[in-house]
């Protein structure tokens, strides 16, 4: 009998798996030097993951036991499932990769830690493996916390910038054109892994067929894909109204964002900002791991 978790669980999961890679956006990645139309392009994600997800929920409906690649096997063979199965490990390898390879770059390029690179991967992917050799219950009820003391710890750093913040720093949208805004999204459908995730999972949601089941299916998705668009939005907000155009000099200006912070004398809220970073990156690999 496989262990069961709830929708909340798993889409705060997908939020932490979802957040570490939005916010290491720079203007080199979305293509133009105004992140505020990046809201946008997060906008048009949402939208995509809403309609591209109502498949899934329908399969999840009609066969609540069984996962994208069972039905498959089920309905089509081995012939079929087996390959599908190599590429979605594939791909969860691929995306582990770059995720911790983004992380890798986040951090020697702004803290520049004693630690080793290997050993700094080595202790990344050890937390996570073991969260995946324990289950999927464990990686959900880790994932918990780490929203809380994510939302927590994002709270403090918006908190202490919102003095700086400065109007005029706005740029006018769409100034030239609709380009950036499609590079954007493409980028952000191009990191999130969320569909594929879901697809593989979908046996762990606990039954949907009571009603407050279904209400809290429904809060889940509206905490995972609407929290991560707003969250977004603030973030890019925040980074544009408090650097200006500095922001379009920076590799990782959440980062920067966080170094400028400062509550009640303690200086620099970087250190912070790469702690949670750090934890949502080991629920990415962990969730990863598990599905493969």
Known sequence: MKTKISALQLYLMLFLSRVIVSITINVQTVGGSNLIES????LG???????????????????????????????????????????????????????????LTLLVNTTDPVASRFSIVLVVLGIALYGAIR????????????FTLFM?????????????????YLMPLFYDGIDQTVQGFLVFTARCSSLAEFAVLMPFLT??????????????????NGGITVFLGVLL???VSCLGEYAALQVFPAYTLASIAEIAGIQRLDALFIGISMMALIVRIACGLFCI
Not at 39 to 42: G, H, K, T, V
């Open 207 to 224: 039954s949907t067929d009571t009603k407050s089941g279904k209400s809290h299916r429904v809060l889940g998705f509206v905490v995972w």
């Open 152 to 168: 927590l710890g994002m709270g403090m750093i918006f908190l202490a910038v919102s003095p700086n913040v400065t109007p005029h």
């Open 45 to 103: 994600l949402f939208l995509y993951l809403t309609v591209f997800s109502l498949p899934l929920f329908v399969l999840h409906k009609s066969h609540p036991e069984a996962s994208l690649l069972q039905i498959a096997e089920n309905n089509c063979g081995r012939g079929v499932s087996v390959p599908m199965s190599a590429i979605y490990a594939l791909y969860f390898i691929v995306m582990n990769i770059f995720s911790l390879s983004l992380f």
């Open 135 to 146: 289950g999927i219950e464990t990686i959900s009820r880790a994932s918990v916390c780490i």
């Open 39 to 42: 809201i946008f392009s997060s």
């Open 237 to 239: 907000f925040f980074i």
